[in-house]
DNA sequence: GTCTATAAATAGATAGAC
DNA sequence: GTCTATCTATTTATAGAC
């Protein structure tokens, strides 16, 4: 039995988790498109292309599905921060980080889970890989926003976890879904927009 | 058959009046409390104390309770819009009815309905006093708006509608919920907080 | 109109053969 | 691991007596 860390996976490894790979992606898109209460587990079986039951042999609940997709986005969006300038300015840096998350939402790639369900809580908060990534995210979000408030940039009366979930709550602002229903702006636009009443507000400056 | 307008009421009629002003505000309740999807219609007749066959003598679906709980809440905020004092500025007037929106939701009266489901927009769409009333508040906002960019209070770069859609999106602002999570900050200070950053922005002025 | 009882449909999850 | 077929529970909605 092979256990040394970073082993070369067996070829029968490769697939399982490319299998797993696929299953994910689809959860993560269905999760973008109609939210976990609407999304149905035949669903993502028929949408992959594998009986249900196969499925819960790769997750065992819903939940579980669920909270793999948002560990997905997560890492990715932990990938994103390494690949920001150092040298940016803190805010611009957040800046960043919310555009990035805003064009994820425009994509359909950005998985909608209910505030309120406990099940799904605990699903999520049992996964190590997700509380680790979230963490990460907030540290360096946090340190950004300190800096930015020490230096001037960001409003310094604000509680910085207050500006913090301010950002996170970007991820799923329904303006995005409201100005594209309107039809009278380009994706790039309603990005640029949202960012804009984000940093400077809606008064006049 | 009496079909003056604004006949006296029967006693009956006032009987059954009553009885769905009950059953809307327990709906309202539980819509603000689960949301849409996780609240059952048997959840809502054992609260109300009927029978759930009774319950569809008043509302034929589920989609239509949650449509009454809509238009009861549309309905106060047109209500609230009228004490609205005229002689106040535009971007004051603005404030107030976003800070009575999320006064209304850190009260746990803010029914939240799902915006991707076609079912529940179709029994909204097809409620004449719910699309009047919220044209009618539209327009009220959209004048205060235009007046507000014209004064030099809001920013006048942004399209009216955009701003629409940005004191819309503070009646369901996951923030007040996380922020009320952490117990660091009391009710008003919470709207404070929100309120600042909607109108003033994360930058510092 | 209110009730009890039940229908009808759906969803999450499993059994068991291969 | 994948499949078909099924279970179990829940949920929306109704039938029918009173």
Redesign the pocket.
Known sequence: MTIAVGAKPSF?EQ??QA?EEAIVQTVNRLLAEKG??????????ASV??????????F??????AAAAMVRVMRSAREFLDTIAPALAPVDKLKAVVRWTLQVQLAGQMPSLPSQNS?LRAALTSSKEYVDQLLEISDTLGGWIEAAQAGGALNAKLPPIAVLYTLYARACDPVLEFLRGGGQHSDEEIVELVLSTCFDGLNAR
Chains 1, 2 share one sequence.
């Not at 976990?36 to 079986?45: K, L, R």
């Not at 292309?49 to 790769?58: N, P, T």
């Not at 065992?60 to 599905?65: Q, T």
């Open positions: 029968k697939m399982l299998r976990f209460d609407a999304m149905t587990v035949d669903e993502v079986a292309g594998i009986a249900k039951a196969s499925l819960y042999k790769h065992p609940s819903k939940e579980d599905l099940s």
